[in-house]
């Protein structure tokens, strides 16, 4: 079959409420904030807006609450590019919501409130499993495990690459599966270390390898990625410094998505993850997971000037 998307995504869409403070709270107390945003946020989706606003053809598959933040969640997909046509959304639920505080480092602190789409209406399961055949790559990270094994199995039958994000802090055993099946596993740090038992990186990365994978790698945040394919040899590509850093939300996120974006134009993984770098840098440039997120000709300009 014919791929007409890059990329899709399944994974738990949200609706972020970010908000910019001076430092996280300590006690009870009223504070002012420095500047409050609201948009769409979650791993697999904010990869898919990063890597739609820089050209790829990028579909979400999920379920959304049929409420005001499942509409404001669709339409900030629309404005990255992203396709939504295939988004459920089930009557009388309650769509994702997450309170993201972000300090003067940078730093965040996240309270989430589940859906009430967590377990997939039979609609909505049927509608995902029928587009997995039209893309070039499937990208998951755990969320939704209740479908992800026949996602994966029905994306292995199209042909279709699996890419896994190993996100940090999301470490569960039931993700092993999901790790070692994935022709493209990279995974952040302390997901890699709980997954392999190594503490050195390009360690860790040889240890991701298993029959299925292709690539796999492993994020440090500032400390950059290390990468290898098959057949090859680790690499580390280091992460681009930035000479002021307002919100660090969705740069893992967005080095994914920049990342099989690459890929998908050909580029070698050097290549993307140099690419995927940059990304991932510029996306900490403003509060939100994807304000900061630049098209190609921003891209290119950034790579000419680090040159």
């Not at 969320?143 to 029905?154: P, S």
Request: hydrophobic share 45%; glycine share 10%.
């Amino acid at each position: 079959m014919t791929a007409i998307f890059d990329l899709i995504g399944i994974g738990a869409s949200t609706l972020d409420i970010l908000t910019a403070v001076e430092d996280f709270p300590t006690g009870r107390a009223v504070h002012e904030a420095r500047a409050v945003k609201m948009e769409g946020g979650g791993p697999v989706a904010t990869a898919l807006a990063a890597a739609a606003k820089l050209g790829a053809a990028c579909q979400m598959l999920d379920e959304l609450g049929d409420d005001a933040a499942g509409r404001a969640i669709c339409a900030d997909f629309q404005t990255y590019g992203v396709d939504t046509r295939a988004l459920h959304f089930l009557p009388g639920a309650a769509s994702a919501v997450a309170s993201i505080l972000v300090n003067q480092k940078g730093e965040r602190a996240v309270y989430f409130q589940r859906g009430g789409t967590e377990d997939l209406s039979p609609a909505a399961r049927n509608g995902i499993l029928s587009r997995i055949p039209y893309a070039s790559v499937l990208h998951i990270n755990g969320r939704h495990m209740g479908i992800l094994e026949e996602a994966m199995r029905t994306a292995r039958a199209a042909g279709v690459c699996i890419s896994f994000d190993g996100g940090a802090d999301r470490y569960r055993s039931e993700m092993r599966t999901l790790a070692e099946q994935a022709d493209i596993c990279i995974v952040a740090r302390d997901f890699a270390e709980k997954h392999t038992g190594c503490t050195d990186c390009a360690e860790m990365v040889r240890a991701l390898f298993t029959s299925h994978t292709k690539i796999a790698g492993v994020t440090d945040g500032v400390r950059g990625s290390w990468l290898m394919e098959r057949g090859g040899e680790v690499i580390h590509q280091r992460a681009c410094q930035m000479a002021h850093v307002i919100d660090t939300t969705g740069c893992g996120d967005s080095y994914h998505g920049a990342f099989l974006y690459a890929l998908t134009r050909g580029k070698t993984v050097s290549e993307a993850a140099r690419l995927a770098a940059a990304v991932a840098a510029m996306n900490t440039q403003a509060l939100g997971g994807r304000s900061a997120l630049p098209n190609r000709k921003e891209l290119d300009a950034f790579l000419r000037e680090r040159a």
